[in-house]
């Protein structure tokens, strides 16, 4: 019974379909120390139209996916450099594991600041984080406008974020580029991806289109979750 | 008044590399993204004029990276059309097409398989936007080597860009999605080896005047 209790509970968490799934920090998933690709709260079609169900479902179970086996053969390598005490090896490894693991971290922090508009999509921010914003950037609007304007800047592929300053508790934006993550001083708040794969099939060459219809869809409470 | 660039014409139809680029890609390719790095490279160009004018050396500085990016992309895009050609036209043929060339690339890499596979892990290892090129180093008939470059960096100046693929994901993603492989795959059907032979024998004169 126990056995049977248990299969069933994993199959439920893994099916997407318990919408139950709280946004909130880095709630990366971990199988026997492999990476395992996070299932999202909502539905492929459930950000549209600000993001079309077909991309979202080749961006969560192709592009993150390979992001997440990537890692996972590079960590499967650096355990063997490890073991091995193959110094050269372990640091040529570094590349991969920034680039797989950066994709992993990033693409599933951003799953989580997404919503439908039913499950509280657009809504703006409330609270501290509201408050920092418009100290910060004089209300959201600015706020949206130095965003889409540093991800318009971006020169090939990357991510702008917003982000706190772990030193001073005070935010910005950040843009980084290719799946370079949020580590070190900053701390991610709010991600959006600037690669063509997460907006091309739907927006084409018409990236500002995009950049303008992701606030629709946005998940402001992760975004306070993490800066709380 | 500085100079202003314009686009350059394909030298086939928006449709002519199909099946392996569908035309839609071509269009947009040509019409938007090209079209765009020529834009805004004018754009910096004229900015810089009046930089100079003014000697304002903070914004000169600050124009570098937009001049770098948009001029890459301008003659990236520039020599990346003239190496491609429809397939099934004798250009597609390295042995036909480009016998110095062949010699070349068998004495370096052994075989046009061993150097086709190099190219291809090459392409495949870029994380991020970025190019794969054939170059020969320091000027026409030098070493040849493959090397990537990223976002819209061009290749180091005195080396000969042979040919370049894109792998941009604007490149390939409305007809292979995430299937890198499947474009890389059909791209050597369609490279133009007259082109390249070309310029590994005789260089590029001018990057912006293919």
């Known amino acids: ?142 706020f949206k406008g130095k965003m889409n ?36 001083q900053f701390e991610p708040l709010l991600g959006i991806d600037a690669w063509e794969h997460a907006y091309y099939l739907q927006y084409q060459n018409r990236k500002a289109e995009y950049f303008s219809a992701i606030w629709d869809v946005i998940n402001w409470k992760a975004a306070e979750k993490r800066f709380s | 008044m500085a100079q202003t660039h314009t686009l350059p014409p394909l030298p086939y139809g928006y449709d002519a590399l199909e099946p392996i680029i569908s035309k839609q890609i071509m269009e947009l390719h040509h019409q938007k993204h090209h079209q765009t790095y020529i834009n805004n490279l004018n754009a910096a ?28 992309g301008h003659i990236n895009h520039s020599l990346f059309w003239k190496n491609l050609t429809p397939p099934g036209t004798p250009g597609n043929e390295l042995g036909g ?7 070349a690339i068998n004495s370096r890499w052994g075989s046009q398989d061993a150097f086709t596979k190099a190219f291809n892990t090459e392409l495949l290892g870029i994380q991020g936007s970025g190019w794969g090129w054939l170059i020969s180093k320091g ?35 409305l007809q292979y999605l995430n299937n890198k492989a499947g474009y890389i795959e059909g791209i050597w059907k369609i490279i133009n080896w007259a082109e390249a032979e070309k310029r590994y024998t005789a260089g590029v004169e001018n990057l912006l005047k293919l």
């Open chain 2, 45 to 72: 160009l004229s900015a810089q004029a009046s930089a100079t004018q003014t000697n304002d050396v903070p914004t000169l500085i600050s124009l570098q990276q937009k001049i770098k990016f948009n001029g890459g």
């Open chain 1, 149 to 184: 304007a540093a991800l318009a800047g971006i020169q090939g592929s990357g991510w702008a974020w917003l982000v706190k300053d772990k030193q001073t508790g005070q935010i910005s934006i950040r843009t980084y580029a290719n799946q370079d993550p949020v580590v070190g």
């Open chain 2, 97 to 103: 097409a480009a016998p110095a060339l062949r010699e």
């Open chain 2, 139 to 173: 000027g026409p008939k030098g070493r040849l080597e493959i090397t990537t470059t990223k976002d819209q960096d061009p290749v180091a100046s005195g080396d000969v860009p042979i040919f370049g693929v894109d792998m941009w994901e604007h490149a390939y993603y």
């Open chain 1, 1 to 142: 019974m126990a056995a049977l209790f248990s299969t069933s509970a994993r199959v439920a968490l893994r099916s997407g379909a318990s919408a139950s799934y709280k946004a909130g920090a880095a709630s990366l998933t971990f199988a026997r120390g492999k990476a395992t690709l996070p299932d999202l709260s909502y539905d492929y079609g459930a950000l549209e139209p600000s993001i079309n169900g077909k991309i979202m479902e080749l961006h969560h179970k192709n592009h993150h996916n390979t992001y997440v086996n990537g890692y996972n053969t590079a960590i499967e390598q650096l355990q063997e450099a490890q073991h091995k005490g193959d110094i050269a090896a372990q640091i040529s490894l570094k590349p991969a594991i920034n680039f797989h693991g950066g994709g992993h971290l990033n693409h599933t922090l951003f799953w989580e600041n997404l919503a439908p508009k039913s499950a509280g999509g657009g809504e703006p921010p409330s609270g501290s984080l509201a408050k920092a914003i418009d100290t910060t950037f004089g209300g959201l609007d600015g």
